[in-house]
């Protein structure tokens, strides 16, 4: 039987947010099975896809290795390389789909498969982008009015609608460290997951404003525990936030930066009511885990693209024309402590589920939804004309489809 | 039968000479005793070539860790002799087809080795070097073009300067060999006197047919002098320093942009430890020559783990006090000239006006020269000073030239072959002559490239650069007047140790010459690298012969002129000609894959 491989090289968040699509391919095909091929790193993760038959790494740091070894030359590089695909064993693949625009992965998928639906899908040296692709890069460069977001235009480049359901990862069974064990299998009320790192330094949250977030739930949310969530990287900048913390709260957090794998980390999720963070991977995580995802957007973030995907989550959107303050090299605010720019309160009332403003003077609060066309947000629950212009949208670009692999696709 | 009969008897399979000076050799410079573990092992005056407990396991543990670094293809030539033991335990580590060699400096000490110990087996396999050091360098070179040099030192001690003299000669006979051309980044100073002989290093090396990056620091040198009216000391040390600091972030963003093989950088060349670091994580290699006196310049201490390489001016003490301090490879390689800019001229009436004279100095005012200088003025000649840092000059305010102004190259080129008699001080800041001179600075060598003639003051490394029939040299202040007398008065003998001189600088002390010792020696130290390109393993023949990997490959590479060197890179963009509607077979993809990789600078900087 064929098999389809769908090619992801990019980040943590790129790849949760492309769990839609292969729901929806998988379902349009059920019969045919779809692997993917992500980073190295994030495998474990892929191999939790319950639409994915088979995870395959791209080890990055490995082709960086092979290209840049000082002692060996063309012929030993190529053989190397060649060594490295066999190593990997791939099966053979009657089509690839390609979601990164960049020449990695357009040479990766012609590498695998004769047949490329996506970026590279003209040639592997050929810019010229599929619509859905062009449409993205569009986006990306002026930011206009759109309302599809990011995982569904995944879909449309795939050249499948989005998935009727929304897809969710279930917890897998494994062990946690015990602190977490503790903290989770307690069961506590309402679990919330704050999520600290940020892979892009401007997207980073400072720790004065995350110290006000805690004391915040602990204060006016009875019972509620709080989930430090972060990598390696954020090791340190949790430490230095629990030095920060009343005493009185400490018994209130749980630092699990650094400390777990990522089918833990979706173990954890899976128990939490909320996460707030930045838009970043694990905030998405949390949200396909079945958390209700709190964005607080700022930056280059953009809820119309990177929102959480699904029902029931909120986006803070910073206002475009401003930025939030300086961050030194310590993830600490440069420019006075006060939390009062940030929507912490806010945030909070959100969680007690109680009425309040969609506005503050510098955020706007968005509510996700969805319908056929995918995940949208709106304000005061109210669709505006963009979200109509979906539907125009999805018509104009998939008939600028290659009609040579729609008919592969329905094949 | 013994030992040594049986050994002789395989040594004359191999070389019937060797195996008759064998068992004419005299013996006795070992002596043998039991190891613990029974094994025989050997002390030379005294102390152990090898473990007074096993031997075997020894020698095992060196050669395991020696054969990580040994790559296919190449020769390996150990150096140190002893009980063999290290030889025999790397010979049967290696594929059978492994060229190895030893090199025997005492025919007594190997006697004695085959005495006692059986190179049945393993001996057969070895290809022993005996002669003189330039035989053994020529037969390394005859049956090898990549060698790796192996040093037992235990026993390489005991002939430490017979191999050196080896080391060297092999480094000789391989920088005549060289036909690869490598990507050579040479990195300047802001200014001073390394600055002119950095530009004649990049003539040097395009000369030689490499690829250079020049990261010419110059162009900065009006920035960072206007920071003097900083007037507070140490805000103005600071800020100096942070500039330079920001100027070796600049030089590793060239690096990021093209990463060539080797980074050559000058001294005073703005590079920090911190930068240096970096481009070691990312494997490139790096070489300091330093070109100046490291007594008087010291900051080489605190950079000295910095480089791979080092290259200084001066032999013995300094190349000690570098190894001491910690440096890896450090190597002598003398100041030069630059033919094309030091060279005979004829003058216009004006000039001859200006320059001429029967006696100069060119130089800045050194406390030695202050103090020596004052005795040519007001002997019936013509004697002009030339230089800048004369301040307060004293007797010398009358002979002082275009008030201490600072002389450039064109303008020292017509004052040196101007000058009837060219007075020669090495700097010293004490009095006299400096009692520990050694190295020769480079007005030696532009004087005598020019054909001019001069007197110089003795340097012990001198003579083994030029000899008096060349130049004038003097060995106390109190000789520079007659001996100036001596030779104004004899303008067809000037004239002849001149022309001699000039004659040797194109012969062998141009930098040309220079770089072509350098790249042997760093060729030499890291063969599987820069050894490998410069003996043209990465041009497009010698690629296509050695496809059997990759017999795909085949068809691109011969699209190369077959003397070109050919990397990835270069492959790549031919790929890319082809155009975007080029259909790619699967190598050709994974050309493209890996040039992607290669481009990637994200943690670079």
Request: proline share 21%; net charge negative; glycine share 12%.
């Given at each position: 039987m064929s098999r389809a491989l769908l090619i992801q090289l990019a980040r943590l968040g790129d790849l949760v947010q492309s769990l839609p699509v292969l729901t929806a391919l998988q379902s349009a095909q059920p019969e045919r099975p779809l692997d993917l091929l992500c980073p190295s790193p994030l495998v474990a993760l892929g191999e939790?896809?319950?639409?994915?038959d088979r995870v395959y790494p791209w080890n990055g740091e490995q082709w960086h290795g092979l290209a840049t070894t000082k002692t060996t030359d063309c012929d030993q590089r190529l053989a190397q390389a060649t060594r490295y695909l066999a190593d990997c064993a791939f099966p053979p693949y009657s089509l690839a789909y390609n979601l990164n625009n960049h020449p990695r992965g357009m040479l990766a998928a012609h590498v695998l498969s004769d047949l490329v639906v996506g970026p590279g899908e003209h040639g592997p040296m050929n810019q010229r982008l599929p619509a859905w692709a062009g449409y993205l890069r569009q986006i990306a460069q002026d930011r206009g009015s759109n309302r599809v977001h990011l995982a569904d235009a995944f879909c449309g480049l795939c050249q499948v609608l989005p998935p009727s359901d929304i897809p969710y990862l279930k917890a897998p069974e494994l062990e946690l460290p015990f602190e977490l064990e503790w903290m989770v299998r307690g069961q506590p009320p309402t679990l919330i997951g704050i999520v600290l790192g940020a892979g892009d330094a401007d997207r980073r949250v400072p720790l004065s404003v995350w110290q006000d977030l805690i004391a915040a739930c602990a204060e006016h949310i009875p019972q509620s525990y709080l989930l430090l969530i972060g990598g390696e990287g954020e090791r340190e900048a949790a430490l230095a936030l629990e030095h920060r913390l009343s005493a009185k709260y400490l018994n209130r957090v749980v630092n699990g930066c650094g400390r777990t794998s990522l089918p833990q980390l979706v173990a954890i999720l899976n128990r939490c009511q909320w996460v707030v963070g930045s838009d970043t991977g694990p905030l998405h995580l949390g949200a396909m885990c079945g958390a209700r995802a709190i964005g607080w957007y700022f930056s280059r973030a953009r809820v119309h693209e990177t929102g959480p995907y699904g029902v029931g989550h909120y986006v803070w959107q910073r206002d475009q024309g401003r930025s939030p303050e300086s961050l030194d090299a310590h993830n600490v605010r440069t420019g006075g402590s006060s939390s009062a720019h940030w929507p912490v309160m806010e945030t909070v009332n959100l969680m007690r589920e109680e009425q309040m403003n969609s506005t503050t003077d510098e955020w706007d609060l968005w509510t996700s939804n969805r319908d056929e066309w995918g995940a949208f947000y709106t304000r005061d629950g109210k669709s505006d004309e963009a979200v109509l212009r979906r539907k125009d949208t999805w018509e104009a670009l998939s008939q600028l489809a290659n009609p040579t692999f729609q008919m592969e696709v329905s094949r | 039968m013994t030992v040594l009969k049986q050994n002789v008897g395989i040594l004359r399979q191999l070389n019937q000479v060797f195996a008759a000076q064998i068992l004419q050799a005299p013996g006795g410079a070992l002596s043998i005793q039991p190891a613990k573990s029974g094994m025989p092992t050997a002390l030379f005056n005294s102390r152990y070539l090898h473990s007074a407990y096993d031997p075997v396991r020894e020698a095992e543990r060196w050669a395991e860790e020696r054969i990580k670094d040994c790559q296919a293809g190449e020769t390996l030539v150990v150096l140190g002799v002893g009980l063999l033991y290290h030889v025999q335990a790397l010979r049967e580590m290696l594929p059978h087809d492994q060229i190895m060699m030893v090199v025997v400096p005492d025919l007594s000490e190997f006697a004695d080795c085959v005495s006692v110990r059986s190179l049945e087996g393993w001996g057969e396999r070895v290809m022993w070097l005996t002669g003189s050091m330039t035989d053994m360098a020529v037969q390394v070179t005859q049956k090898a073009k990549r060698v790796r040099i192996l040093s037992y030192e235990p026993a390489a001690t005991v002939h430490h300067d017979t191999y050196e003299h080896f080391r060297l000669q092999l480094r000789d006979h391989l920088a005549q060999q060289l036909s690869g051309a490598l990507h050579i980044m040479v990195v300047g100073p802001i200014?001073?006197?390394?600055l002119p002989i950095a530009r004649y290093v990049v003539n040097a090396l395009e000369g030689l047919g490499h690829r250079v990056s020049w990261v010419d620091h110059s162009p900065h040198y009006a920035g960072y002098k206007n920071l003097d009216t900083i007037r507070d000391h140490r805000l103005r040390l600071t800020v100096q320093q942070r500039m330079s600091e920001t100027l070796a972030v600049i030089t590793l963003a060239h690096v990021a942009e093209d990463p060539p093989d080797l980074v050559l950088a000058l001294s005073?060349?703005?590079?920090t430890m911190a930068v240096l670091e970096q481009m070691r994580r990312k494997k490139v290699l790096t070489a300091m020559w330093f070109v100046e006196n490291f007594r008087h310049l010291t900051y080489w201490q605190q950079m000295v783990s910095g480089y791979d390489f080092w290259f200084v001016m001066q032999q013995a003490a300094c190349l000690d006090a570098f190894r001491k301090a910690g440096a890896k490879q450090v190597s002598y390689l003398p100041l030069a000239a630059e033919p094309d800019i030091h060279q005979p001229m004829t003058f216009t009436q004006e000039e001859r006006h200006e320059f001429g004279a029967d006696v100069s100095f060119l130089g800045a005012g050194y406390r030695n020269r202050r103090q020596i200088l004052p005795s040519l003025v007001g002997q019936g000649w013509t004697f002009k000073l030339w230089g800048n840092?004369?301040?307060?000059?004293?007797?010398l305010a009358p002979v002082l030239q275009r008030g201490g102004a600072r002389i450039d190259t064109p303008t020292t080129v017509k004052i040196f072959n101007a000058t009837s008699v060219n007075i020669n001080l090495h700097s010293y800041t004490g009095d006299g002559f400096d009692p520990e001179g050694d190295g020769v600075n480079p007005r030696t060598f532009e004087l005598a490239s020019c054909g001019a003639f001069q007197v110089v003051d003795a340097r012990t490394l001198l003579p083994a650069l030029f000899d008096e029939s060349m130049m004038a040299v003097i060995?106390?202040?109190?000789q520079l007047l007659p001996t100036v007398k001596t030779y104004l008065h004899d303008p067809a003998r000037r004239v002849a140790m001149a022309g001699l001189s000039r004659k040797h600088v194109l012969e062998a002390h141009t930098y040309g010459h220079r770089m072509k010792t350098f790249l042997g020696a760093v060729g030499m130290a890291s063969p599987d690298r820069l050894g490998a390109i410069l003996q043209g393993d990465r041009q497009a023949e010698s690629l296509v012969a050695r496809s059997e990997q990759s017999p795909e490959l085949i068809p691109m590479l011969k699209q190369f002129p077959q003397g070109d060197r050919v990397e990835l890179v270069d492959v790549a963009k031919s790929i890319r000609k082809k155009g975007p509607e080029a259909r790619l077979n699967r190598e050709e993809l994974l050309i493209l894959m890996m040039d992607e990789y290669r481009q990637e600078k994200r943690d670079f900087l």
């Open positions: 939790l896809f319950p639409c994915v | 200014y001073g006197g390394s005073q060349a703005p590079l840092e004369w301040d307060n000059p004293g007797p060995n106390s202040p109190d």
